[in-house]
């Protein structure tokens, strides 16, 4: 079946250095992607999106990159502080699916001082 | 602040017995949904409404029952018939279904535990 997976499961980086969350899909169809940042005992927060048309796509110190050949979706974080400890999950939206979005399982990023 | 508001934040049942979870939103958003979110898994769709009075079944809405009876409300009843209820659930809301930008936002969850 279809599905939405991470690569590591656990990501720890040290205080000012860059992160980055790897996401592959396996939906062809899907069409648009979501990142979401959630922090321990609260719900997930949205960080930035992608349609399938682009290839990247910056934020405030996060960048999403789109690889549609390979299936793959990446969340750069810039000079990561510790409050971006956190589990972040990616998320596909189908064309056709309505806006109901298939999640990953989430990579728990720990930033070390 | 516009929001989502998931009440209780911990909520402790008896096996057998129904127990509903509160969610509540002023954001005017027409669509909202219910997720299931164990550990080491993603985040699963029980239910989702795109209107008043509508709602359709996600993925394990087996053993779940929901109403929208107003805009704000989405409440979800976890029945008896769910055979492991026990998890953390979150309710979320968007502006519109079938809507690229239109994200989800979120709740912060009611964690369930029953035993």
């Known amino acids: 079946g279809e599905s939405v997976g991470l690569h590591l499961p656990t990501l720890s980086v040290q205080e000012g250095d860059n992160s980055i969350i790897n996401c592959a899909y396996s939906n062809s169809a899907s069409d648009y992607f979501i990142w979401y940042k959630q922090e321990s005992g609260k719900g997930p927060q949205f960080i930035i999106d992608i349609r399938s048309n682009m290839d990247k796509r910056q934020g405030q110190r996060v960048t999403v990159l789109l690889n549609k050949t390979v299936k793959h979706l990446s969340l750069q974080i810039a000079a990561t502080q510790p409050g971006d400890s956190a589990v972040y999950f990616c998320a596909e939206k189908t064309t056709g699916g309505g806006n109901k979005l298939t999640f990953g399982t989430g990579t728990q990023l720990k930033v070390e001082l | 602040d516009g929001g989502i508001t998931q009440s209780p934040k911990y909520l402790f049942r008896k096996e057998g017995q129904n127990v509903t979870l509160s969610c509540e939103q002023n954001?005017?958003?027409?669509?909202m949904y219910w997720y299931r979110q164990d550990p080491g898994q993603g985040l699963r769709l029980i239910y989702y409404s795109q209107i008043v009075n509508d709602f359709q079944k996600g993925d394990i809405a087996e053993g779940y029952s929901v109403s929208r009876e107003k805009k704000e409300s989405f409440p979800l009843t976890v029945t008896s018939a769910q055979k492991n209820p026990t998890a953390f659930y979150l309710c979320a809301s968007s502006r519109q279904v079938s809507s690229y930008n239109s994200p989800l936002h979120f709740g912060n969850g009611t964690r369930l535990t029953v035993t």
């Open positions: 954001l005017n958003h027409d669509a």
